[in-house]
C-alpha cells in the first residue's frame, strides 16, 4: 500500500486479555518503530526493529510488552494481561532507514481501551 | 537526556490570524536533528519538517515558516494567514544522529491550534 496500514483502528480489550496489534509497513522500509501515545500527551517510543532484528526495547513498560517482526516486514506488538493503564493509541512508524535524509512515516494508529 | 517543551497546551486563533507555536529542546547530541509533525483528528502524524542542527537557515514553505536558534534551543513554528484546516494538534520532535532514518524520536505533549471561521 501506499501508507503504513495498522488493524485493527480500534480494540476494546477486558483487563486480563492478551491483544495483538499488527503493523503494515511501506513496502522496502527497513526501519520500524512502535509508539505509545497517551491521551493529551506526545507519542512515546517503545520499540525499533531494523528489518527482523529488534535493535532496541528499551522502551517497552514491561514484560508483558513484546513486539515481532519475523520476516523483516509486517511488525505485530502483543501485550499480555492488558491492564487500565494500557488504554492508549499505539502508533507505527517505518523508514528507508538506509541515508540520513529519511524520515519516519506513521500508520493511523490503533486506540486500545482496556475495561 | 533529551527532553522536548511544548509549552502551550491550546491555541485559538481566528482565521487569518498569524500563529506561531513554540518549542525549546534539550539534547547532549552535538548533531540531531529537529521534526515538526500535524496529528489531524484522524489521528495520523503528518511530517511537516526536518531540520539537522548544523543548519540554522530559517525555512518558508508556502503559509509555514521555521526558527530554528541553536542558542536558545529553540525551533518555532509559524503559520501565515491561518486557515480552519490547519486545526489540529502540532507536536515538535528531537532525534539523535541519524534523523528519522534509525533514531527514536522524542516527542513534546503537543499544542492543538484551533483555528476559529
Known amino acids: 500500500g501506499a501508507g503504513v496500514s495498522q488493524s485493527p483502528r480500534y480494540k476494546v480489550a477486558k483487563r486480563g486479555q492478551d491483544v495483538a496489534l499488527r503493523c503494515d509497513p511501506i513496502?522496502?522500509?527497513?526501519?520500524l518503530f512502535w509508539y505509545q501515545q497517551a491521551l493529551g500527551q506526545g507519542p512515546e517510543f517503545l520499540t525499533y526493529?531494523?528489518?527482523?532484528?529488534?535493535?532496541?526495547k528499551s522502551g517497552l513498560p514491561s514484560d508483558r510488552f513484546f513486539a515481532e517482526r519475523p520476516e523483516g516486514s509486517v511488525s505485530t506488538l502483543k501485550i499480555q494481561r492488558t491492564q487500565q493503564e494500557d488504554s492508549a493509541v499505539y502508533l507505527c512508524?517505518?523508514?528507508?532507514?538506509?541515508?540520513?535524509?529519511?524520515?519516519?512515516?506513521f500508520g493511523q494508529g490503533t486506540r486500545l481501551t482496556v475495561v | 537526556a533529551q527532553k522536548v517543551t511544548q509549552a502551550q497546551t491550546e491555541i485559538s486563533v481566528v482565521e487569518k490570524e498569524d500563529v506561531t507555536l513554540d518549542c525549546v529542546y534539550e539534547?547532549?547530541?552535538?548533531?540531531?536533528?529537529l521534526f515538526w509533525y500535524k496529528q489531524p483528528p484522524s489521528g495520523e502524524l503528518v511530517f511537516l519538517i526536518r531540520r539537522n542542527s548544523f543548519d540554522e537557515q530559517n525555512e518558508i514553505s508556502g503559509r509555514y515558516s521555521w526558527n530554528f536558534q541553536k542558542s536558545t534551543s529553540s525551533f518555532n513554528f509559524t503559520i501565515t494567514a491561518s486557515q480552519v484546516v490547519d486545526s489540529a494538534v502540532y507536536f515538535c520532535?528531537?532525534?539523535?544522529?541519524?534523523?528519522?532514518?534509525?533514531?527514536?524520536?522524542?516527542f513534546g505533549t503537543g499544542t492543538l491550534l484551533a483555528v476559529q471561521p
Open positions: 513496502s522496502g522500509h527497513v526501519s
Open positions: 520532535a528531537l532525534s539523535g544522529p541519524y534523523g528519522g532514518a534509525t533514531n527514536k524520536l522524542i
Open positions: 539534547t547532549r547530541d552535538t548533531t540531531y536533528y
Open positions: 526493529f531494523q528489518n527482523e532484528a529488534q535493535l532496541d
Open positions: 512508524a517505518s523508514s528507508r532507514g538506509d541515508t540520513l535524509n529519511t524520515e519516519a512515516f
